[in-house]
């Protein structure tokens, strides 16, 4: 699978005897971790354990001996482990069990993350390739058809996906109070649409990187189409590579990816690039409080990835350029919804995808998609939108942009 290894991961095919006491003293060890969800848990011999006062949702079959274990032995990395590879098989309403699940488990004790690796130029390309490079074609089988892979910004519950995207960019434009004429730098552009967006509706000059080979070959076909190549150049560069000024400063989802390491390298490019009456916005996943991602999403979906939360952002990528925060707007709720029209189109794909990978694929990026859109729903995942311009500049928005 290019792009996804799956290898070592705990098969469905190991052999296993009936379930001993001990297998059965551990299921009912995991199944006292998340108590108060309605989950029936069952063996592979055919032992289960039934909700103590609710009917099960869901149920969660367990294959084999060596899927239990690893459940006890790390839940975090092995409930995904496990499903992906089809030795646990989940039957029953499965984004109800998730939600039952994530609400069940205890909170996680308060901690500073320990640091990762640096995310460096290398590495930054090497976690673009896992994950953005599986082929244009996957991906435009359930995004939207302007190809935006970012949280949506629904004006009603009722928008559809492709409008809540287009809203979404033009959100982004009008807090940024993009002029004709303006310079644009944004870091981390995917396939394009933002870009191509500001340029046509705002009047602006866009210069837009990226180190996903796939995603710049789009972006620059698409804008040679719509005839905006002269107002748009698609950069295959890391963001750390920015050279030039600008009068805003863009990055929807990108600072996830960063690496909290990487955070003042940041603050000095758009230190370095941004005018004297310049805006920036940063779009990202964020948290409450300091926490590392889930580790199977971090081996499986996101290797290198860190939700910050908004201390984080504030101290190491804006104060040290001495840039001032104008306005935070959370849009947990719009990514939820963003995460729910993704899963459907997935699920409505899902034989495509089958062909084009196989099977324990469709599964990881279905934990995935419908575990992200539940992080959004039960709260422990943000998605900040952050407005900043330049300490003193009194060029900035009056009020804030009527609608937002």
């Not at 690039?273 to 964020?286: D, K, M």
Request: aromatic letters at 12%; a positive charge; one cysteine or more.
């Amino acid at each position: 699978m290019r792009g996804h290894p799956l290898t070592g991961t705990i098969s469905a095919h190991a052999t296993a005897a009936g379930s001993t006491w001990l297998d059965r003293r551990i299921l009912g060890r995991i199944r006292r971790s998340v108590d108060s969800a309605p989950v029936r848990f069952v063996l592979w011999d055919g032992f289960e354990i039934e909700p103590a006062s609710q009917r099960a949702i869901a149920t969660i079959h367990f294959k084999n001996r060596l899927a239990l274990l690893s459940w006890a032995w790390n839940p975090d990395l092995n409930f995904g482990e496990t499903y992906m590879s089809g030795a646990v098989e989940i039957s029953g309403d499965f984004g109800a069990l998730l939600d039952a699940i994530y609400r069940a488990l205890p909170p996680k004790p308060r901690r500073w993350p320990a640091f990762g690796r640096a995310n460096d130029a290398r590495a930054a390309r090497d976690n673009v390739h896992h994950h953005y490079d599986l082929g244009n074609e996957f991906y435009r089988l359930w995004l939207d058809r302007e190809m935006v892979y970012t949280c949506a910004y629904f004006p009603t519950p009722q928008s559809t996906l492709d409008e809540a995207q287009v809203a979404k960019m033009d959100l982004v434009c009008r807090k940024l109070h993009l002029a004709p004429g303006e310079r644009v730098i944004e870091a981390g552009c995917g396939w394009g649409a933002l870009a191509l967006f500001m340029a046509r509706h705002y009047g602006v000059t866009v210069t837009a990187f990226n180190v996903s080979t796939e995603q710049i070959a789009y972006a620059r076909a698409r804008a040679c189409r719509l005839g905006l190549s002269s107002r748009v150049a698609f950069v295959e560069d890391d963001y750390r590579n920015a050279v030039g000024a600008c009068d805003a400063f863009v990055s929807l989802g990108m600072l996830e990816h960063v690496g909290l390491q990487d955070y003042p390298t940041l603050g000095r490019v758009i230190n370095r690039t941004l005018t004297a009456t310049g805006r920036g916005l940063l779009h990202f996943i964020g948290r409450d409080r300091p926490a590392p991602l889930n580790p199977w999403i971090t081996r499986r979906i996101f290797p290198g990835a860190y939700p910050p939360v908004l201390r984080e952002v504030f101290e190491r990528v804006l104060e040290p350029a001495d840039l001032s925060v104008l306005d935070v707007e959370n849009l947990r709720l719009h990514y939820a919804a963003t995460l729910e029209h993704w899963l459907q189109r997935f699920e409505d794909a899902s034989t495509h995808v089958a062909g084009q990978f196989d099977a324990a694929f469709v599964r990881a990026w279905r934990l995935y998609l419908a575990g992200a859109r539940v992080a959004f729903t039960t709260g422990s995942m943000q998605l900040f939108q952050v407005l900043f311009a330049r300490s003193g500049n009194n060029a900035i928005p009056w009020v804030r942009v009527s609608g937002l």
